[in-house]
Structure formats: C-alpha cells, structure tokens
C-alpha cells in the first residue's frame, strides 16, 4: 500500500509543470518548458522580462530580415521603439515552424552582434509557441539539430510554450501602448528529473497503474495456486 501511495505522489509531481512565465499585469500564468540547450535557468529564481516583437521580422524567425539588422546597427537615440529604451531584460516571442529550434536562436544570436556597438540592450531570451491547434498542442523539451552540437554556446534562455500561451502573450503585446508585456518566468526542476511530454506522462502513468493493479491480482492466483496444491496432497 505505501509503495503505492509513494509511486502515485511522484507521477503527480512529475506532471507538474517545471516552469512558467507569468503575465504580471493580470497575473495569468503560462505553464512551460526549459529547452534542452541555451543557458540554464536557477532553480525557483523568479526572472522578470519585457516580452516584445521585432516589427519587421515573420513569426517564425527563421531568417533574419536586412531591416531588422539595419534597425539593430542604429544609435539608440536613433531608435524611435521603445523597446530598446528600458532597463529590464527583454525575450523575443516567435513562433514554432518552417525551422529547427536551434535555427530560431542562432538568428537571434546573429541579431545580437549586430548591436553590440550602439548601446541596444540584447534579447536574453526566446520564448518559442506552438503553432498546432490548441486542442493538440502539447509542451515539449526543444532540442538541437545534432546531439553532439554544443548545447552552451547558445547564450540565451530558450523556452516554449503551448498555443494558447502564445496567443495570450501576443494579445497582452498588442494591448500595450508600448507593445512590450512584463512578466516573470520562473524555472522549478521535476522532482525526478525527467523532461517527458505531457501524452508520454500519461501513457507511462497508465502503465504503472496497470501493473500496480495486475500484481495483486497475480500474487493472489500464485496463492490459490498454492493452497490448491496443497489440498491435493494431503
């Protein structure tokens, strides 16, 4: 009984969802999840962030316009977006799709040197959303291309998060008179450690289930079994 009481506690720890970014001007809170690369969050370290576009680029960011680059070269006082005016770390919301994850945040990197002269603050952070139907979208670890790709030279914190999310996010941006969303992530590791998606949880819950359930019932035919013997030879 207490193996399993302690085995149901820890796959309803595991279903917990190990980071979320909040919007903090209604407090609504997205679930989401750490990629596999990029730099890693501290353990329940609270980051607030200004989320924003870049006004001249596609949703999917998977190549980086010449007006974008030109935009980032300019002086600050140049600059006519506000986005670029503030103290607070800023994270760039694209969407998933026409590219591999790591795709996304190499052109970010790429839009970085680009202004590391003029006094533009860097985009820290990548927030990527789902692009299936919210009824299908599921948060998943994004990974590299190539596994043997070395994961810490992407120097960015790199999340995603499902469909909904992202349409929460973008209306928040595009209700601001500055086009920018304050918010605060904040990363809390699974207790086991495990980055599985949410339909992999539940197909693995289904089969501990299962066999918490058909061991009994075999231990209890091995008994009958057993006392039938028994009876016989006496």
Same mark, same amino acid.
């Given at each position: 009984?207490?193996?399993?009481?302690?085995?149901?506690?820890?796959?309803?720890?595991?279903?917990?969802?190990? +980071?979320?970014?909040?919007?903090? $001007?209604?407090?609504?809170?997205?679930?989401?999840? !750490?990629?596999?690369?990029?730099?890693?969050? =501290?353990?329940?370290?609270?980051?607030?962030?200004?989320?924003?576009?870049?006004?001249?680029?596609?949703?999917?960011?998977?190549?980086?316009? /010449?007006?974008?680059?030109?935009? !980032?070269?300019?002086?600050?006082?140049?600059?006519?977006?506000?986005?670029?005016?503030?103290?607070? #770390?800023?994270?760039?919301?694209?969407? &998933?799709?026409?590219?591999?994850?790591? &795709?996304?945040? /190499?052109?970010?990197?790429?839009?970085?040197?680009? @202004?590391?002269?003029?006094?533009?603050?860097? =985009? +820290?952070?990548? %927030?990527?959303?789902?692009?299936?139907?919210?009824?299908?979208?599921?948060? %998943?670890?994004?990974?590299? @291309?190539?596994?043997?790709?070395? #994961?810490?030279? %992407?120097?960015?914190?790199?999340?995603?998060?499902?469909?909904?999310?992202?349409?929460?996010? &973008?209306?928040?941006? !595009?209700? +601001?008179?500055?086009?920018?969303?304050?918010?605060?992530?904040?990363?809390?590791?699974? #207790?086991?450690? !495990?980055?599985?998606?949410?339909?992999?949880?539940?197909?693995?819950?289904?089969?501990?289930?299962?066999?918490?359930?058909?061991?009994?019932?075999?231990?209890?035919?091995?008994?009958?079994?057993?006392?039938?013997?028994? $009876?016989? $030879?006496?």
């Amino acid at each position: 009984f207490y193996l399993f009481v302690v085995i149901v506690i820890l796959l309803q720890q595991q279903q917990s969802v190990e +980071s979320t970014v909040t919007i903090l $001007r209604s407090y609504t809170r997205i679930e989401s999840a !750490a990629a596999s690369f990029g730099l890693p969050f =501290i353990d329940n370290k609270a980051y607030n962030v200004d989320v924003i576009l870049l006004p001249k680029q596609d949703k999917f960011f998977c190549h980086i316009n /010449r007006d974008t680059l030109f935009d !980032a070269q300019q002086p600050q006082h140049q600059q006519q977006n506000t986005y670029y005016t503030l103290s607070r #770390p800023l994270a760039l919301l694209v969407s &998933r799709g026409n590219c591999s994850f790591e &795709r996304k945040a /190499r052109n970010l990197l790429t839009y970085n040197s680009h @202004n590391t002269t003029t006094g533009t603050p860097h =985009i +820290s952070y990548l %927030i990527v959303h789902d692009n299936l139907p919210p009824a299908d979208s599921q948060l %998943i670890a994004m990974g590299m @291309n190539n596994p043997n790709n070395t #994961p810490n030279d %992407i120097n960015l914190h790199v999340l995603f998060v499902r469909s909904h999310g992202g349409t929460l996010l &973008r209306d928040g941006m !595009a209700s +601001s008179t500055t086009g920018r969303l304050p918010v605060m992530i904040k990363y809390v590791p699974h #207790p086991l450690g !495990a980055q599985l998606r949410d339909d992999q949880w539940l197909w693995l819950r289904y089969v501990v289930i299962s066999l918490l359930v058909s061991i009994p019932c075999v231990f209890c035919v091995h008994r009958c079994l057993i006392c039938h013997v028994r $009876r016989r $030879r006496r």
